[in-house]
T-cell receptor, first 115, second 110 residues
Framework: NAGVTQTPKFRILKIGQSMTLQCTQD?????MYWYRQDPGMGLKLIYY???????DKGEVPNGYNVSRSTTEDFPLRLELAAPSQTSVYFC??????????????FGSGTQLSVL | TQLLEQSPQFLSIQEGENLTVYCNSS?????LQWYRQEPGEGPVLLVT?????EVKKLKRLTFQFGDARKDSSLHITAAQPGDTGLYLC??????????FGTGTRLTIIP
């Protein structure tokens, strides 16, 4: 059971570089999410998607972009990496809206450092 | 912005002891979830509570939702090293957003 798969596991970027964090799920879930987790802080929602072709901003969207061309994939794009984007990034999915008590399934995370 | 405060931030106890961690807010939750996160992994859902005063048990873990639905607690009986992890609460305040607390990092010493 693959669940939610994120790649890469670790990445170091230089300031100004760009990269895409990949996320795919095999549970046919409609809802997908990107969170960032900083030390001593809770998970903050970056972007979410309610289905293919539909995305919306979360709490901290600045500096990021997403797309949802298929149900399975929800990549997160960093265009001009900044030190403030150093964090651990988690992708998650749910069958229905996570905010409505639905269980979120998380990937194992991508640890990103911007130097 | 609704805030979820978790306490304590860190807790280290001996195997076999009991412990309680807390999740508090000044606002009323529509529902609340508890997750456990192990190092290098994503959070995993433990339980969802919905009704004020609700108590749910998961083996040695007991979850309680406050009567006023502004707080929740997680009690672990006879803690084991496998309970080590970061415990996160996540609340829905009825505004269609899930807010995560900052977590309690629990270490069980063998």
């Amino acid at each position: 059971n693959a669940g939610v798969t994120q790649t890469p596991k670790f990445r170091i970027l230089k300031i100004g570089q760009s990269m895409t964090l990949q996320c795919t799920q095999d549970m046919n879930h409609n809802y997908m999410y990107w969170y960032r987790q900083d030390p001593g802080m809770g998970l903050k929602l970056i972007y979410y998607s309610v289905g293919a072709g539909i995305t919306d901003k979360g709490e901290v969207p600045n500096g990021y972009n997403v797309s949802r061309s298929t149900t399975e994939d929800f990549p997160l794009r960093l265009e001009l990496a900044a030190p403030s984007q150093t964090s651990v990034y988690f992708c998650a999915s749910s069958r229905d809206r996570g905010e409505l008590r639905e269980k979120l399934f998380f990937g194992s995370g991508t640890q990103l450092s911007v130097l | 912005t609704q805030l979820l405060e978790q306490s304590p931030q860190f807790l280290s106890i001996q195997e076999g002891e009991n412990l309680t961690v807390y999740c508090n807010s000044s606002s009323v939750f529509s529902s609340l979830q508890w997750y456990r996160q192990e190092p290098g992994e994503g959070p995993v859902l433990l339980v969802t509570v919905v009704t004020g005063g609700e108590v749910k048990k998961l083996k040695r873990l007991t979850f309680q939702f406050g009567d006023a639905r502004k707080d929740s607690s997680l009690h672990i009986t006879a803690a084991q090293p496998g309970d080590t992890g970061l415990y996160l609460c996540a609340g829905n305040f009825g505004n269609e957003k899930l807010t995560f607390g900052t977590g309690t990092r629990l270490t069980i010493i063998p």
